[in-house]
């Protein structure tokens, strides 16, 4: 069937992703004569920039997501569909879902971005990513079965592999995940083992240039490393990523000469997204070119050059600012793309002008580790603990809902404190647990 | 290899098992001059009673599990491990496990119980039992998929299926499930849906004796009755059912005479359980008989008439107290049963005389819904709003660890006053999810 035909005839807005940019415009034409549909093929909005406290324990999935529903409750003109896109028809103006199909009058694909092996799909068995609750849960029971089984194993060798830990990639992620593992095996599991020694576990970051978070002007790469080193990660610089297997990552040197061997269980993935590949279908359609990493080019007012009422936004997009340059895949620029987008559509139904987007840098920081961060805002650089203060606000704020704001204040209050972090369960079937086993746990079993 | 040869010469006692029994052991052998090691096969001890809470929503799986080696850390003598048991070799005094073995001086059983599908294990498939958390996660996106695919549907028959919750069993897990549902649909998700009505889905108990919660004393199963019905549950008394499918449940009434079948996606089985199957093993080992629901009888002071120093406990034991009868398998009990295991090896140690477990009855409570509970403390019947103000006491107070308490009670807070949950995240792979799927959303992609 066809929702748009059950609808009166105002203009039909769909909306393909839940993420910052998709979920910014939806909220955006709120009041506006317009009946929008926003597709998503999970229940909930994820604050993906606290992903990396749930791969490690300290917060749960539940405090940095959102119902969508619940999100849009009061914008009566929005609908919230489950299910996922197969393709889109720009000439026949339809998106073609799992289970129906969807005429538009305005499209805007926020379909964001996933994790890019440079041609080595294989290596994300051994290596896993970090973009979505499950990645978040499995590598939270990834890193704690880690030091379960070294605290089974008996062969020094395997314990050493077990307990090294290889973050791909020193991109604020990769640094936020280095310096959060740094602290659970020094601090969280300290003396919760009988056997092993959890503080002698090896926390490697793995980074291609000269420095993890080159992307922030100096000084503050060279702070970020002093930071990382103090908490114990060993900043591997200069070395990318050649090959992963179960047991091992080989290294290789910028100039290709030098190679490095690491025995390891555990690979984490911070290293490369890709857009989704609704791109190369717009891209086959509209006859615009896509650009690195699968993005596709939008005009000054984040529509399609072919198509006025397309829009592109989030990290699937590539503006290009006239004085910022190439606008990066980052939570403030998505949400601002997508409110743009709804402006523009209010603007037609308004008869006014469209106006091109303004990107609003209201800075970047990564956070290193306790009370250690860096940043920029405008023209200022922060490093250390004021950095980190106002990361702490910052993130606080964007938060979606209050409710997850008392919340995630509180455990991280807790683990401020106490240095502790429960939410680390393993969850799901694992390695000790046999189909055919007998044994039946209190409370699982 | 195995473990008790690295100890020194103290007896080594081995608990199966981390639930509220198993647990209790552990803590109170505390300066106890053994070496303890406690098996599980999950790295967390769970607070079962409010599970239902994470099935509903409300809570996230990391507010009631704590990990057991933070609970242990500072009980020296314990050694937490990670493991399946096999098999029990009483005669041997040895327990061989999925990686290692271990030898034990004393044994304590406390592996619980499972689901009991009274011989018809294939309904499990349609009927999920709630025992787990992968059990509850798993219910949750049952729960709230049910509504989304209603949402999908256009057959009207079908949405009503959909929209149909069917829950086995009146016992206490069942009427806090129910009276949850209830509000989900009627408060939680009223506004959030654009093509169905969430106020009208059906919540239906399944109860085959006079009232739901018959264990109490009257008049408390015909208040517990009224409560349900205020909420808009249909209790259903005096049937038991006879089939389950996926698409409906049939129910027998107990002269066999009358059937009714009900359409319905959702069934929720509360129904029964069966002690954990080490409980045969034991039985074909010491020649004791096994009682109703696989328990185990144990003597006066929680071991085996066979054995002193294997001791049962929790719902895998039948202790029958010369006053108060079979004791019910509660959390209360088991952690008891537990304590008083513990005592019985430090008196062994000291040379002094076992004493009989003497269970002493906090009373107990079983909560319907907002505001309303029932239960008995002692000789005192509880009703309505004090008997939930009670519970909501007592449940505080037990929650293992401090931060755990007050994320439980923020969020409790929350839900009361917006009437809100929000751990309402549909994780896993689902229905509207294809492997070739393109579409990609911005933060799950």
Redo the contacts between chains.
Sequence with gaps: ?NHATEKEAVPHVVI???????LATAQHLKNCPVNVTL????????F?PLLYQVATGEL????I???L??IL??NRNV?????????VDLENRCVHL???ELNFDYLIV?????HHYFGNDSWGKYAPGL????DA?EIRAKI?EAF?AA??E?DPEIINDLLTFVIVGGGPTGCELAGALAEVSKRT?R????KIDPTQAKVMLIEPSDAPLHIYPSPLPQKATRALEALGVDVVTGFHVTDVNDRSVVLTSRDGQVHKTIGTRNVIWAAGVKA???GV?IAEQSGIALARGGRVPVQADCSLETDKRVFVC???ALFTDPEKGELPGLAPV?SQMGRHAAKCIRADQEGRERKSFQYFDKGSLAVIGRLQAIGTIGRFKFHGFVAWAIWLLIHLMYIT?F??R??VL??WG?AFF?R?R???????RHR???ED?????????
Excluded: C
């Excluded at 086993?437 to 079993?445: I, L, M």
């Design positions: 069937m393909i992703g839940g993420g910052f940019a998709g597709i998503d093929r999970r229940n909930f909005h994820l993906q749960s999935p539940a405090n997501a959102s119902p529903r619940a409750e009061n609908e919230v569909l489950l299910d996922s896109v197969e393709s799992a289970h129906s926020a379909a964001g971005s996933t973009k979505t609750v499950e849960t704690l379960e605290e089974l008996r599991l003396y919760e083992f009988r989704s590949p609704l279908q989030g990290d699937l998505a809902r409710r997850n008392v919340l509180v455990q807790w106490t502790d429960s939410a680390r369960l393993i969850t799901g000790w647990e046999k086993a007998v044994s039946e746990r209190a409370q699982s079993a």
